[in-house]
Structures are given as structure tokens and as C-alpha cells.
T-cell receptor, first 116, second 115 residues
Framework: GAVVSQHPSWVICKSGTSVKIECRSL??????MFWYRQFPKQSLMLMAT?????????EQGVEKDKFLINHASLTLSTLTVTSAHPEDSSFYIC????????????FGNGTRLTVT | AQTVTQSQPEMSVQEAETVTLSCTYD???????LFWYKQPPSRQMILVIR??????QNATENRFSVNFQKAAKSFSLKISDSQLGDAAMYFC????????????FGTGTRLQVFP
């Protein structure tokens, strides 16, 4: 079945550094990918919609200069957390759809980011 | 704007018993999709069941079924013959499409299953 691979699964970085998270659709092309953030014991909150070949659409309150999204190909979207701070520590999950009639959105396994 | 509300932060059920998780939503759209996702401690999102709004028949998937009340904007999940492996966070979600649009999630319900 269709798989979305997210890498890394966990990362620890120092405050002020940048971290890149990759989301790949392994056996299908995804023109659209979605990035969510989940704080401990909370729900998934949509951060942005990543569109292949164009600018991402950010949700209200999400800083686009801090959370850079690049969707350069039909199988890869990246989320870069720039100048990370401890409050950026969270669980980040991507999802993608393959546009098949009977196939739901596929989720990556998530990335746990800890900023020290 | 669409919203999804889950009013039960936690629920518990005895193994082999039945439990119902509640979900309400708000939308002005007439056609949309509703989902229940399970998130175990591994945090992998697992699709449990989906419902197309234009279908009157309630969706069922083995031990999982929904009670979809479109007029009341209610979408509850019933788990029959509960198993220990059902213990997880359950999220109700809304989308305007099946797999091309964003999902809007509720706050989740933590389900505990006791032997």
C-alpha cells in the first residue's frame, strides 16, 4: 500500500539552530502534502499545506519565515524549523494523498523535535 | 470555518464490552467527509473508519461503526467487543474531500480498556 516516509523520527537540536524534516511519498505522487504539529496530549493542528511547485499555504498564526516549507518534487516536501527555540519542541507529522478514489490520506510516522 | 468537537477527554471500557465516543462538528458545506483516527502510543495515525456525508447509511468496519446524524452534525464511534489493543487516543476529523484536502481534528478522546 501507499506509504509516506518521514525523516528523522526524532531529533534534538540546540536553540538557535535550524532543523529540516523530510516527508516522502514512496510509491505515489503527491501534489499536496500537509504538515501538522502536535503538542503533548493535544490534537493535531494544521500548520500549512504544501503545494508542489508553488508556495505553501500557512494557517493563521503560523510564522512562514520560521517554518519554511519546500515542495520541490511530487514525492518530497520538507519542513525547516529555523532558529529553533525550546517552545518549538513538538511532534511534527506530515500527510499526503495519492488522489486515488478509494485511498485515504497517508500519514508519516512523525518527527519528535526537542530543542535544548 | 469548520470545527470539530470531542467532549469526552477520557473514556474507559471493560474488555469485550461496547463503548461509544462522541463527536460533533460544524460546517456550512453540504458535502464532506468525516473520519475517526486512532493514535496509539507509537503516535502513528491509523484510519479507523470514514463516512461520506452524502451517504445516509452508517459506515461499519468490523467491530467499529458510526452513528452519523447529518442534521444534528453528530458523528459518534461505537466500538463493540472492545479489545486491549483498542486502547489509544481517538480523533474525530472533518475534511471537504476524501484525500486531497486538509483534515480538521477534534481534541481527541483517550480510551482505556480494562481486562
Amino acid at each position: 500500500g501507499a506509504v509516506v516516509s518521514q525523516h528523522p523520527s526524532w531529533v534534538i537540536c540546540k536553540s538557535g539552530t535550524s532543523v529540516k524534516i523530510e516527508c516522502r511519498s514512496l510509491d505515489f505522487q503527491a501534489t499536496t502534502m500537509f504538515w501538522y504539529r502536535q503538542f503533548p496530549k493535544q490534537s493535531l493542528m494544521l500548520m500549512a499545506t504544501s503545494n508542489e511547485g508553488s508556495k505553501a499555504t500557512y494557517e493563521q498564526g503560523v510564522e512562514k519565515d520560521k517554518f519554511l516549507i519546500n515542495h520541490a518534487s511530487l514525492t518530497l516536501s520538507t519542513l525547516t524549523v529555523t532558529s529553533a527555540h525550546p517552545e518549538d519542541s513538538s511532534f511534527y507529522i506530515c500527510s499526503a494523498g495519492d488522489n486515488s478514489y478509494n485511498s485515504p490520506l497517508h500519514f508519516g510516522n512523525g518527527t519528535r523535535l526537542t530543542v535544548t | 470555518a469548520q470545527t470539530v468537537t470531542q467532549s469526552q477527554p477520557e473514556m474507559s471500557v471493560q474488555e469485550a464490552e461496547t463503548v461509544t465516543l462522541s463527536c460533533t462538528y460544524d460546517t456550512s458545506e453540504s458535502d464532506y467527509y468525516l473520519f475517526w483516527y486512532k493514535q496509539p502510543p507509537s503516535r502513528q495515525m491509523i484510519l479507523v473508519i470514514r463516512q461520506e456525508a452524502y451517504k445516509q447509511q452508517n459506515a461499519t468496519e468490523n467491530r467499529f461503526s458510526v452513528n452519523f446524524q447529518k442534521a444534528a452534525k453528530s458523528f459518534s464511534l461505537k466500538i463493540s467487543d472492545s479489545q486491549l489493543g483498542d486502547a489509544a487516543m481517538y480523533f474525530c476529523a472533518y475534511s471537504r474531500s476524501y484525500n486531497t484536502d486538509k483534515l480538521i481534528f477534534g481534541t481527541g478522546t483517550r480510551l482505556q480498556v480494562f481486562p
